[in-house]
Every structure is written in structure tokens, then in C-alpha cells.
């Protein structure tokens, strides 16, 4: 039947393409793995400049001595990261529960977003990292602090980027969805959400890096636990090598986090220059 | 089964205007007094420059914009909000990029919350009718403008609307383009023979295409000259072209344009 040869047509073509795309990126491999060599490269000459120079190691450790340190601090990195992880997640998901939100609220109400506006730019010009003493006075040494930390910076961004997406929305398309008979909550639904997604998304992943960032400085103010706690433990010890690991480990929690979100996106949203 | 023979819809306006209130208190009357009646199954082009207030009237009949006086009724129901039997086709294609061709047309489906499943086959079938066998699965991105223009008459006509609105739907495209999607809506039209409002400012599509042309002109928005379009269908590119009562319909409009001042003689 001639609906089955034009799909078959399209697979073929579709195989076709695959097959061209392989042979293109065969040659520039360079360039598919030029972050990973750069990387390696750096990272080498770290290796052999340390000895070379005569620093001490304790002064500044080598790559490999660094690696070999996390392996075996396993469980001492892995108990405090948990408690570090956890008031970043708390801290971003407050940030989303009502950062969402209030975004809508200024996006569906003009007096709202006039009132609160002013409010929201001036609370950001604050450096919240002046904050977190103040916020351990309030909130005692526990996670309460450093969640309201991670909160209060991963916030922001999380709005404006909500907000940008829902009112950069092409109008022509609401009139489109109004002429097939739809209430705002399908508008809302059907057009007004998934196109902001790329926008959300994006605050997502700033947000979630400041949340990390967040977490740690408070931390670093008071606490009993925690990757901040950690180093600031590895830095009165004169312990270079496992403050450098606890570096490392923070970064590969912001890492690990916003590749979560990325996962996440690349399942919900489709992105529209995915084909070209 | 695909020879849906339907009735299109009547369409009555009387009275209408429309004034576009603005801050200054100068306020603008886009629309004026407008009377008109279409017969059902009648492809009805309206032509006229910018700010004629064409397009208000199209927003207007697709419940977009409520009437400042007068009233619009199809097949006798006072439109104040969209009416379920109109279909409307945008300048631009206004597909939505995250979902695929299939569910771009399924979208008035979804929103008027009827069963999805059952009109999928609908649509596979509008889309074979305008070439498009096979790309449902497709994204919006992959697809060519006037591939997407296709798309978006598929999805107004999913729901088999007894009034189609069109809002120069060819203003986009490219003249090659533009030339088979003016042959192509053509059959469609005589296939389904539903009614067809068809906003644009090409004085030729206009009369090669309607069986009734409204000239509109601006400041305020009336209609100068109602014509009817007496050509044999189904209507050929070059034959029609060379036509002699073609031209003479195309000068008679164009004379309302000079006349006006809208086009100046050279």
C-alpha cells in the first residue's frame, strides 16, 4: 500500500541519515573529545609540575594524591556529602514550591507583580551569604539555617526565569487555543507551560548550582556536619589533601544535581531545535 | 467514507462595529456598520490594505473580540465567545513545537475533551489529503513553512467546521509555495464545501480563488464593493490566469483601490 511504502521511504531515508552522521563525526573526533583531553592535559601537567616546582605536597597535593584520598575517605566524605545533599534538595524544592508560585501570582495579577517586584530586586541585591550569620542566631545550628540559605539564593532565579517564560509566550498562540474553545486553566496547561519549560528549566539549573553554594556557606558559619563543616575540620588540620577532596566532592554534588535536572528536562521537554 | 458531504454554515452579520478604544480618546472605528449575510458552503474572500479592519472582523467571527454593537450569528447562534463550528486558520502556522504533527492536529480534540483515539484516523486522512501521508510523527521543526501551513489547515479542519476563518494564511510563504497551497485549498474547498472566510490583501488569490470578493477600505472600516466571483470550477493556475473576466474582476477591484488612494496609478 502506498502508506507503508512512504513510511518505508522514511526509514530508509532515516537510516540513511544515521549512516551520514556517522562518517561526518568520525573525522573531527578531536573535537567530540576535546573538553575530556583538555582536561586530561591540565590535570597531567598539575601531576608533574607539583614535584617539579619543589612545592610541598602538603601545600598543594597532586591530582592522583587527591584521587587516592577521596577513594579511601569514602565513608567520611559519603556521611557528610548525605547531609549537605539533603539541605541542598530541601533548600531547592522550598525554592520551587514557592518561587513557582509566586511567579504565577505575578504573571496572572498586574497589581501583584507591580507590589511585589521592587521587593523581590531589593531583597536580591542583599549578598544572602551576609545573611547566614544572622540566620543561625535565628535558627540554631542545625540543617534549619542552611536550608533557608539554600533557599533564599536558589529562590530567585527560579522566579524571574518562570516568570520571563510565561510572559515571553507568543499571543497569537492563546488566541489559537481561545478560538478552539479553551478555559484558561487548559490555555495554562496546553500552551502556557510547556513553552515556559525551557525558561523554568534553565532557572532550575542555576538555581540548583547557587543552592549547593548556599548549603556550604552556611555550613561553613556553623555546623556539626556537612562537606562545609568538613573542610573547614580539614583546614584547622593543616590537611590540604582532604580539604582539596572535600572540594571535590561538593563540585561533583552540584555536578551530579544539575545533570539530574538536565535528565529530567530532556524527558519532559522537547526542544525545538532538536532536529536541526 | 472520506467524501464527508457537510452542509457549512450560515453566516449573518448585521450591524456590526467595532471601535478600538485607546488612550487618548481618539478612539478608533475599525469596523462600521457592517451588514453581510454568506450563503452556506460559499468561499468568501475579503481583500483590502492594512487597517481595513479584515482581520477585526475574522477576530470577531471567531469570538475572539466582542462586537462593540450590532451582531453575528452562525447558523442563528449569537457568537459572543468562539463557536464550536468554526475552524481558524492564523498567518502564521502557530504550531506548537513540542508536539508532533498528529498531536498538533489532535489539539482542538483535546481541549474540547472529546475522545482522542477516535479521531486519530481523521486525521491521518487529512494529512494524506494534503500530501503529508506518514510525517504525523514528525515535529513542527523538521517540517518545511509550507508543510506547517498544511499542518495548521489539517488541525482547523479536524473538527470538520462548518465555517473555516482564514487569516491570510499564505502571507508567509514563498510565491511557489504560496501558488499550490492556493490550488490545494481549492480542492479541499470543493471536497468539502464547508464555508470559507478567507482574509487577505492579494487581490489575485482573492478573486481566483472565492465566489465572492469584499473590498474593504480603512478609516472607517466598510466594505466598498461586493463582487461576485463568476468563474468555472474547479479553477486552473494559467487558464484562469489568461482569463478575460478574470482581469476584468481584478481592474474592477484594483479601481476601488485607486480610487481610494490606496494604489496609485503610474
Known sequence: ?276 | MSATTQMGAAVDISRLSKIYKTREDDDVLALDKIDLKIEPGSFVAVVGPSGCGKSTLLSLLAGLTPASTGSIAIDGDGVSRPHPKTGVVFQSDLLLYWRTVLDNILLPIEIKKLDVAKYRARAEELLAQVGLAGFGNKYPSELSGGMRQRVAICRALIQEPGLLLMDEPFGALDALTREQMIMDLQSMWLRLRNTVLFITHGIDEAVFLADRVLVMSPRPGRVDLDLKIDLPRPRQWSKTHEDKDYHAYVRQIRAIFEAKGILVAH
Open chain 1, 1 to 276: 500500500m502506498a502508506s507503508t511504502d512512504v513510511i518505508g521511504a522514511a526509514q530508509a531515508q532515516k537510516k540513511q541519515g544515521k549512516g551520514m552522521s556517522r562518517k561526518k563525526s568520525r573525522g573531527p573526533w578531536l573535537e567530540r573529545y576535546s573538553a575530556l583531553i583538555l582536561a586530561v592535559v591540565l590535570l597531567g601537567a598539575w601531576q608533574v609540575l607539583v614535584p617539579l616546582s619543589g612545592l610541598s605536597e602538603f601545600v598543594l597535593p597532586t591530582p592522583l594524591a587527591i584521587a587516592t584520598r577521596i577513594v579511601n575517605e569514602i565513608p567520611l566524605l559519603a556521611t557528610h556529602a548525605y547531609v549537605t545533599l539533603f539541605e541542598v534538595v530541601a533548600g531547592f524544592a522550598m525554592g520551587v514550591m514557592i518561587g513557582i508560585p509566586l511567579a504565577l501570582a505575578i504573571f496572572y495579577s498586574r497589581a501583584f507583580e507591580r507590589a511585589i517586584y521592587p521587593i523581590l530586586v531589593a531583597l536580591q541585591t542583599v549578598p544572602k551569604v551576609a545573611l547566614a550569620p544572622l540566620l543561625v542566631l535565628y535558627l540554631g545550628y542545625g540543617w534549619a539555617p542552611k536550608i533557608t540559605l539554600a533557599f533564599l539564593i536558589s529562590f530567585f532565579p527560579i522566579v524571574i526565569s518562570t516568570v520571563v517564560g510565561l510572559q515571553s509566550l507568543d499571543k497569537n498562540l492563546v488566541n489559537l487555543v481561545r478560538s478552539m474553545g479553551a478555559s484558561e486553566w487548559q490555555t495554562f496547561f496546553k500552551v502556557r507551560l510547556p513553552a515556559a519549560l525551557p525558561n523554568i528549566f534553565g532557572g532550575f539549573k542555576v538555581a540548583v548550582s547557587l543552592a549547593v553554594i548556599g548549603a556550604v556557606i552556611g555550613e561553613y558559619v556553623a555546623a556539626e556536619r556537612g562537606l562545609g563543616y568538613l573542610q573547614l575540620q580539614a583546614n584547622s588540620l593543616f590537611d590540604t589533601t582532604l580539604n582539596f577532596a572535600t572540594v571535590v566532592t561538593i563540585s561533583g554534588l552540584g555536578v551530579m544535581l544539575y545533570f539530574i535536572i538536565d535528565t529530567i528536562e530532556a524527558r519532559v521537554t522537547y526542544k525545538r531545535d532538536a532536529a536541526k
